[in-house]
């Protein structure tokens, strides 16, 4: 099939290799000259583990290409994929401009009856605006020309997303139209064929599901951590509660591990924006608004540590950190906990020595050069002369530790451990003192 793809990002660029690898001819259009022209040579802009490979193999078989010509994609594919950003506006509704500015252009120039599917993550009611800002530039050119606008959810993680595209759980489909269920089903077909994936549903519900999927794993995350701190309170260790309820095939163990706080480019803004969505229906979403506060709060936990571990006083400190990005295998800095934990540091006239095996050129431009951060070549160079030191992704490349070398290398021998990787015991033998998350009184 003929399939073009707004948006090289994580989903889009994801997407349209993914269509590819299994014969669909792609054409992936985005308005980032700068990225265009490096995917037209084979370099990815972002690190997703099994991608580059996949896109050179694509583009050499010519069944992938990149274009920053919305006319050539527009008039190239009969599927035509929105996978832009919809970030968080100020009021932490979703944005939509990128969404409706690629729906105006698909009305601009198409010439011939097209499926316009919304992969981005967007609120209950998008597609309806989808198809008027489509019908409008039809209606400009004078054109009556048929299409139809689909929703298409995409529920893949960064770090896995190759994986979770070809062998997610479910593919989800909004539409009421058999004919866009039929080319859909086209479209998926190799991905569909060991047992039914598709899932076709009125577009609302489509659009609602992306939501409820997030939000409810924000609430795992969330949940875990108002546990947390309350075990580090009542003296409990939150790693035996989790294994505890975990084996409770009800409650089961993904998702339940306390930490720093949830980033990222989707749980935080999706819980915002679901929470807006239910406001301006009129109903006060409470349970969102309470996950969001819960994770608000968690992302302060490794600066309230600190503060703790050096009573109050962390000026002039040079704080050594493991992990800038907002979990492992990619280099998304997007909400991450290191973040928060960087700015509050450096608030209060600390330094930061930080190491990140995949996000630190990401760091680097959302910071540029600063006196207070130095970005280090291993872990090893991270920790050399720092006080202290905090983990903030769980990176496997992380979880073995000599603490012997570590108590020699700080200054202060003090470890804040927001993902839980070492045993406390072992730590506190080594004579450092070690701040995890809801682990008992040392917590
Ligand atoms: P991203 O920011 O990585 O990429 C978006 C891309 O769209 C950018 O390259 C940008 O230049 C391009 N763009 C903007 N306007 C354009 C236009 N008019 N025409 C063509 N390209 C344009 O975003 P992302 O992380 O890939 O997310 C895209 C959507 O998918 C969002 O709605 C997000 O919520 C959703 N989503 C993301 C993930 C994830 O893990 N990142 C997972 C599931 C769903």
């Given at each position: 099939m003929k399939i073009a793809i707004f948006g090289t990002g994580y989903v889009g660029l994801v997407t349209g290799t993914c269509l590819a690898d299994v014969g669909h001819d792609v054409i992936c259009m985005d308005v980032d000259a700068d990225k265009v022209s490096r995917l037209k040579r084979g370099e990815i802009p972002i690190y997703e583990p099994g991608l580059e490979s996949m896109v050179r193999d694509n583009m050499h078989a010519g069944r992938l290409r990149f274009t920053t010509d919305p006319a050539e994609a527009v008039t190239f594919g009969l599927l035509q994929f929105i996978a832009v950003g919809t970030p968080a506006d100020e009021d932490g509704s979703a944005d939509l401009q990128y969404v409706l500015a690629v729906a105006k252009t698909i009305g601009e120039h198409m010439d011939d009856y097209k499926v316009v599917i919304d992969k981005s993550t967007v609120p209950v009611g998008t597609a309806d605006k989808v198809g008027a800002a489509l019908s409008q530039a039809l209606a400009k050119r004078g054109s009556q020309l048929e299409f139809d606008v689909c929703s298409n959810p995409e529920f893949l993680k960064e770090g896995a997303a190759i994986d979770d595209f070809t062998r997610g759980a479910r593919i989800v489909v909004g539409t009421d139209s058999e004919r866009v269920e039929a080319l859909m089903r086209e479209c998926y077909a190799p991905y569909n064929r060991?047992?039914?994936k598709l899932m076709f549903m009125d577009v609302r519900s489509a659009e609602l599901t992306k939501y409820a999927a997030n939000a409810m794993l924000a609430t795992k995350i969330s949940f875990m951590n108002e546990i947390a701190n309350l075990a580090e309170r009542l003296g409990a260790d939150i790693e035996e509660v989790r294994r505890g309820i975990g084996s409770d095939p009800r409650i089961g163990?993904?998702?339940?591990y306390p930490g720093c706080g949830y980033g990222g480019s989707c749980f935080p803004k999706d819980v915002q924006a679901l929470a807006r969505t239910a406001g301006q229906v009129g109903y006060p979403a409470e349970l969102l608004g309470a996950v969001e506060a819960v994770n608000r709060r968690q992302k302060t936990t490794l600066f309230t540590k600190l503060q703790r571990a050096f009573d109050g006083e962390l000026k002039g400190k040079t704080i050594a950190l493991w992990g800038?990005?907002?979990?492992?295998?990619?280099?998304d800095m997007r909400e991450a906990p290191s973040r928060a934990l960087m700015e509050a540091l450096w608030a209060v006239g600390a330094k930061v020595q930080a190491h990140d095996p995949e996000a630190m050129d990401e760091c680097r431009r959302l910071y540029g050069q600063r006196n207070d951060l130095t970005l280090a070549d291993s872990r090893e160079a991270a920790v050399e002369g720092a006080d202290a030191l905090v983990i903030c992704t769980e990176w496997k490349?992380?979880?073995?530790?000599?603490f012997a070398w570590l108590k020699r290398e700080l200054?202060?021998?003090?470890i804040v451990d927001g993902r839980n990787l070492f045993e406390p015991d072992a730590v506190k033998q080594a004579g450092i003192l070690y701040f995890a998350v809801g682990r008992g009184e040392s917590s």
């Open positions: 060991n047992h039914e163990y993904h998702f339940i800038l990005a907002f979990k492992p295998d990619t280099d490349s992380y979880r073995t530790v000599d200054a202060t021998p003090v």
